[in-house]
């Protein structure tokens, strides 16, 4: 499209530059801007222009164009705003959807930009009325229509403008009234409260009552029989009549038309197909309800011009108030719009389109305008963001057909390719403890452990009053996450779970699983030491690729190859993953091009190799839909056929209904929230919802099926969700009630959400993490014994983080982290923590050590174990006893002696304990020492489990004598056991 400045009107110079709202109104036919103050005020009498740019995640400006129709304005006010908007676009270059607005009829996106709603005001510029100046307050009735958005009309106050389907607010000089029709749905309800709010701030600077009166209850309360007071006391209400307005257009037939000459001419075809639009014209879809034109991407500016016209006359002869009329450009065409055709290959030509807009811009910029927003800015370069605590506990269980075993901590993070794994991770929360169960599922695993897997973590949830995040995450497709929780992922080939042993049985395959001592290749990735990953390749030369570091091993050699495409950040990480993979063995570094015979040998030979870096499924501007079924869910079946969504734009946290299910589409990821108030059944079927949403592709960009979902519960809704959200109010979820008794309450405190119920208490462990009581919860507690459990009564913080080490062994306890560092994994260590480095052992676990160093010097509070006393005989209680003695008595009781049953659990806190009595223990087997042991050893200290190690193993498991381990300071013990967790 050429482009010419006196095609482009003067008060367009400088639009778009920077997100945000900008509005026009036609005066004179001259498009006028008006100021940010006046923004969401609309007069009847005209006609306007709104600009809605939006700053995308990829540094380009998007925009979107209405044009509003007040119900008195002029028909040539109407035409200059459809003809100006067209100019607008061109000024942007070429690429923006306009949309036509009539009020009454306005699109949801549109009234997304002014929520809680507009309420358009009498008056005008052209058309002849004057703006109206209340010297008084008028009573008005104003009906309310939408689930999501508002639609806000105003009716004539009188007892026939009421029905019992919709919701009506009855504004009057010192209350406002909400008159809940019979049929109105909740969230029809909640939505209009918000309306509500709006007039009380608007019209009464906040300050007036608010009652809301239900249909049917007649007299019931004062409020009921104030409302009706005002239409002359109570009398039923008659039955809704049809009138033009709910009048529906069948948008099941679609017509395509063809505008030549400024005639809409049909075009003949069976069926849509996107062969049929040429790029030299512009054509009319007709749908009823929705009426598109699409302009081709070389159609001159006045044939884009009588095309709109074309489409404005169709409409207005066809008496379709209702209609709404998209303008789009070839190459930026719209979901719905696209939807129409049987098959389109979206063939977007940026170049083309760029070109346009640099021409438009040089044009401005020879005016003197500033044209920096009409050129696509750069992309922001920012680390990924991990949003998720990674100082929690977690459990990970391998699926062995219906059954699941434990994994140790060891292996948390090896992962086979040919196996389903469920895990379990707590950490902390902004507000409380938080919980994400979920299931990774390898590329060559079995469906019936995939289905076990899913079963298991949705019992789990379950379990747990569905207070987790639950997550499916597929082999290839882990978020940063997946990998900030399990911190050094590795995934081997193969499988060891009974599900992929069957599996290759059947099909009479060979078995590849990973064996340490033969010839496997991996590749490094990841952006920093909290997001490393090594995936086993086939160890192949095809399988290389300049952009990433590998590692090469058989029984006797490693080896090292850097791509050239490769960075520092590869190298280290590679260095970091050889401790894991490889820890005892020097590699041997081979740079791309330069390698040696014995490495292309161990890979077969040479070949050629990729330099093409594989990227991630990219995370965009996050979408919110709300999810609709047709009838009751009885089986997943009827789910699948009545389940449908619908977009909400400019999406809030208010938007989330507690009756409804929603859903965020990040294309990278799936979020699938759950409201409080669903019914049961259909909260079990979340993740289905989510694989079905996947499958409706409602944005039409070919989602991939092995993108992650996550169930979000409401009340439970972690960091990594509510990100999404410009802000989040956690007590709204704590609220009692649904979605209108819930939000009443806030428009009746003022706008502040009010707690119904205290905040949820830290739960003890969800996964053997000891928590820390505050300062309201520091007293005494008795807790329940069992000889398979430690259980400890009123201890300190120090003492719980330590028995919570030795209660599970699989558990990362770190309820006493150390500073926050920028790296999980420093390279160096200090002097001090080098001379006590194992060298046999990993130096993982001696950079670990290093944390420990950077401990303040300050001894905390480190329990002594001592022989048990005997218990004695003690007097019952007297029942006239008082409440301070009963207090004593308990304090004494723990200071004293125990029962016979925790012997050996007994501990007295000692806070000026330096070095730790060396005392001749028995020495016994490390396997029957450790918690799960089948024979554990009897009549232990359970707290110092180490120091029955014999000397050997000791050395080995710690990587020092015991004297050097027992010299350190006892808080340096305590550190250096949770780090090491062998029991």
């Known amino acids: 499209?050429?482009?010419?400045?006196?095609?482009?009107?003067?008060?367009?110079?400088?639009?778009?530059?920077?997100?945000?709202?900008?509005?026009?109104?036609?005066?004179?036919?001259?498009?006028?801007?008006?100021?940010?103050?006046?923004?969401?005020?609309?007069?009847?009498?005209?006609?306007?222009?709104?600009?809605?740019?939006?700053?995308?995640?990829?540094?380009?400006?998007?925009?979107?164009?209405?044009?509003?129709?007040?119900?008195?304005?002029?028909?040539?006010?109407?035409?200059?705003?459809?003809?100006?908007?067209?100019?607008?676009?061109?000024?942007?270059?070429?690429?923006?959807?306009?949309?036509?607005?009539?009020?009454?009829?306005?699109?949801?996106?549109?009234?997304?930009?002014?929520?809680?709603?507009?309420?358009?005001?009498?008056?005008?510029?052209?058309?002849?009325?004057?703006?109206?100046?209340a010297e008084e307050h008028i009573t008005r009735l104003f009906v309310c229509r939408g689930k999501h958005v508002v639609h806000v009309k105003e009716v004539p106050f009188a007892r026939s403008s009421l029905n019992h389907d919709d919701i009506y607010i009855l504004d009057t000089k010192s209350k406002i009234f909400q008159f809940n029709g019979s049929n109105s749905s909740i969230q029809e309800r909640a939505k209009a409260l918000e309306v509500v709010q709006y007039i009380k701030d608007t019209y009464h600077d906040g300050t007036c009552e608010v009652a809301t009166v239900e249909d049917g209850k007649l007299m019931a309360d004062a409020d009921s029989g104030e409302f009706w007071g005002f239409f002359g006391g109570f009398a039923p209400l008659p039955r809704k009549t049809a009138n033009d307005e709910d009048k529906t257009y069948n948008s099941d037939i679609t017509r395509l038309f063809c505008v030549e000459k400024g005639q809409a001419n049909p075009v003949e075809g069976d069926t849509l197909k996107r062969e049929m639009l040429d790029t030299n014209k512009c054509y009319i879809l007709d749908c009823g309800i929705e009426v598109f034109v699409w302009m081709g991407r070389t159609t001159s500016l006045d044939d884009r011009?009588?095309?709109?016209?074309?489409?404005?006359?169709?409409?207005?002869?066809?008496?379709?108030?209702?209609?709404?009329?998209?303008?789009?450009?070839?190459?930026?065409?719209?979901?719905?719009?696209?939807?129409?055709?049987?098959?389109?290959?979206?063939?977007?030509?940026?170049?083309?389109?760029e070109d346009g807009r640099g021409r438009v811009a040089a044009l401005l910029q020879r005016q003197g305008v500033n044209v920096r927003g009409l050129m696509k800015a750069a992309p922001p370069k920012e680390e990924p963001q991990v949003f998720i605590d990674c100082t929690g506990n977690l459990q990970v269980w391998r699926v062995n057909g219906q059954a699941k075993t434990l994994l140790q901590a060891?292996?948390?993070?090896?992962?086979?390719?040919?196996?389903?794994?469920?895990?379990?991770?707590?950490?902390?929360?902004?507000?409380?403890?938080?919980?994400?169960?979920?299931?990774?599922?390898?590329?060559?695993?079995?469906?019936?452990?995939?289905?076990?897997?899913?079963?298991?973590?949705?019992?789990?949830?379950?379990?747990?009053?569905?207070?987790?995040?639950?997550?499916?995450?597929?082999?290839?497709?882990?978020?940063?996450?997946?990998?900030?929780?399990?911190?050094?992922?590795?995934?081997?080939?193969?499988?060891?779970?009974?599900?992929?042993?069957?599996?290759?049985?059947?099909?009479?395959?060979?078995?590849?699983?990973?064996?340490?001592?033969?010839?496997?290749?991996?590749?490094?990735?990841?952006?920093?030491?909290?997001?490393?990953?090594?995936?086993?390749?086939?160890?192949?030369?095809?399988?290389?690729?300049?952009?990433?570091?590998?590692?090469?091993?058989?029984?006797?050699?490693?080896?090292?190859?850097?791509?050239?495409?490769?960075t520092a950040t590869d190298q280290e990480l590679a260095e970091r993953q050889l401790d894991l993979i490889k820890p005892n063995q020097q590699s041997r570094a081979q740079k791309e091009g330069s390698e040696s015979e014995q490495f292309w040998e161990l890979l077969g030979g040479k070949a050629e190799y990729s330099s093409q870096k594989l990227t991630k499924e990219p995370e965009r501007d996050p979408h919110l839909f709300s999810c609709t079924f047709t009838k009751e869910v009885l089986k997943v079946r009827i789910l699948l056929k009545s389940f449908f969504v619908t977009e909400i734009y400019n999406f809030t946290q208010d938007d989330l209904m507690t009756e409804d299910i929603f859903i965020i589409d990040c294309h990278s990821e799936i979020f699938v929230w759950v409201g409080q108030e669903v019914v049961p059944k259909?909260?079990?079927?979340?993740?289905?919802?989510?694989?079905?949403?996947?499958?409706?592709?409602?944005?039409?960009?070919?989602?991939?099926?092995?993108?992650p979902i996550y169930v979000i519960m409401e009340g439970g809704e972690p960091s990594f969700f509510t990100r999404f959200f410009t802000s989040w109010d956690s007590s709204k979820s704590a609220m009692h009630g649904n979605s209108f008794q819930r939000k009443l309450k806030i428009v009746k405190n003022g706008g502040t959400p009010v707690a119904d119920k205290p905040k949820r208490r830290t739960p003890a462990s969800y996964g053997g993490r000891a928590s820390?009581?505050?300062?309201?919860?520091?007293?005494?507690?008795?807790?329940?014994?069992?000889?398979?459990?430690?259980?400890?009564?009123?201890?300190?913080?120090?003492?719980?983080?330590?028995?919570?080490?030795?209660?599970?062994?699989?558990?990362?306890?770190?309820?006493?982290?150390?500073?926050?560092?920028?790296?999980?994994?420093?390279?160096?260590?200090?002097?001090?923590?080098?001379?006590?480095?194992?060298?046999?052992?990993?130096?993982?676990?001696?950079?670990?050590?290093?944390?420990?160093?950077?401990?303040?010097?300050?001894?905390?509070?480190?329990?002594?174990?001592?022989?048990?006393?005997?218990?004695?005989?003690?007097?019952?209680?007297?029942?006239?006893?008082?409440?301070?003695?009963?207090?004593?008595?308990?304090?004494?009781?723990?200071?004293?002696?125990?029962?016979?049953?925790?012997?050996?659990?007994?501990?007295?806190?000692?806070?000026?304990?330096?070095?730790?009595?060396?005392?001749?223990?028995?020495?016994?087997?490390?396997?029957?020492?450790?918690?799960?042991?089948?024979?554990?050893?009897?009549?232990?200290?359970?707290?110092?489990?180490?120091?029955?190690?014999?000397?050997?193993?000791?050395?080995?498991?710690?990587?020092?004598?015991?004297?050097?381990?027992?010299?350190?300071?006892?808080?340096?013990?305590?550190?250096?056991?949770?780090?090491?967790?062998?029991?």
């Open 772 to 983: 820390v009581p505050d300062k309201s919860q520091q007293r005494s507690r008795s807790m329940s014994f069992s000889p398979d459990r430690v259980r400890v009564r009123g201890r300190s913080p120090a003492f719980n983080a330590l028995a919570a080490t030795f209660e599970s062994q699989n558990a990362r306890n770190l309820s006493t982290p150390p500073p926050v560092v920028r790296k999980l994994y420093p390279r160096s260590v200090t002097p001090d923590s080098s001379k006590f480095a194992p060298a046999p052992k990993s130096s993982a676990i001696a950079s670990r050590s290093a944390l420990f160093e950077k401990i303040p010097p300050q001894e905390p509070s480190i329990p002594k174990p001592v022989k048990a006393s005997p218990k004695t005989p003690e007097s019952p209680a007297p029942e006239s006893n008082s409440k301070e003695q009963e207090e004593k008595k308990e304090n004494d009781k723990e200071e004293g002696s125990m029962s016979s049953r925790i012997e050996s659990l007994t501990i007295q806190e000692d806070a000026k304990e330096g070095v730790e009595d060396e005392e001749d223990l028995p020495a016994h087997p490390y396997d029957r020492l450790k918690t799960t042991s089948t024979d554990p050893v009897s009549d232990i200290d359970v707290t110092r489990r180490e120091a029955y190690l014999s000397s050997e193993e000791f050395k080995e498991k710690f990587g020092m004598t015991k004297e050097a381990f027992y010299k350190l300071p006892k808080w340096k013990q305590n550190k250096f056991k949770m780090a090491v967790q062998l029991f």
């Open 410 to 566: 060891a292996d948390h993070s090896k992962f086979y390719s040919g196996d389903c794994y469920v895990f379990q991770y707590s950490y902390p929360g902004e507000e409380k403890e938080e919980v994400l169960i979920g299931t990774w599922f390898g590329k060559q695993s079995v469906e019936e452990e995939r289905g076990s897997a899913v079963s298991m973590a949705s019992k789990m949830v379950e379990s747990m009053k569905f207070v987790p995040a639950q997550a499916r995450i597929y082999e290839g497709k882990e978020p940063i996450q997946f990998f900030v929780i399990m911190q050094s992922f590795i995934v081997f080939k193969g499988g060891i779970s009974s599900g992929y042993k069957k599996y290759i049985a059947e099909k009479e395959v060979d078995d590849d699983t990973y064996n340490e001592n033969g010839v496997a290749l991996f590749r490094i990735q990841g952006s920093g030491p909290e997001n490393m990953q090594a995936i086993q390749v086939d160890p192949v030369a095809a399988s290389l690729n300049s952009s990433y570091y590998y590692i090469l091993h058989n029984d006797s050699s490693v080896f090292t190859w850097a791509g050239n495409l490769s």
């Open 1 to 133: 499209m050429s482009v010419s400045m006196r095609d482009l009107d003067p008060a367009f110079q400088g639009a778009g530059q920077k997100a945000g709202i900008e509005i026009w109104r036609i005066e004179n036919f001259i498009p006028t801007p008006i100021p940010k103050s006046s923004i969401g005020k609309f007069f009847t009498g005209d006609s306007y222009i709104v600009l809605k740019t939006t700053a995308l995640k990829t540094g380009a400006l998007r925009h979107d164009i209405h044009y509003w129709l007040g119900k008195d304005t002029s028909q040539d006010e109407a035409g200059t705003a459809a003809v100006k908007t067209v100019e607008l676009d061109a000024a942007l270059g070429g690429r923006a959807v306009q949309y036509r607005e009539v009020q009454g009829h306005e699109t949801e996106k549109f009234l997304s930009y002014f929520k809680p709603c507009i309420i358009p005001q009498e008056g005008g510029v052209a058309s002849g009325f004057k703006h109206v100046v």
């Open 305 to 353: 011009k009588i095309a709109s016209k074309a489409a404005e006359e169709m409409i207005r002869s066809s008496e379709r108030p209702k209609s709404q009329m998209i303008r789009i450009i070839e190459g930026f065409e719209t979901v719905p719009f696209r939807s129409k055709f049987e098959s389109w290959t979206q063939e977007t030509n940026t170049t083309v389109s």
């Open 682 to 707: 259909n909260k079990l079927l979340a993740l289905t919802i989510g694989e079905k949403f996947i499958e409706k592709d409602s944005l039409l960009e070919k989602l991939s099926p092995e993108a």
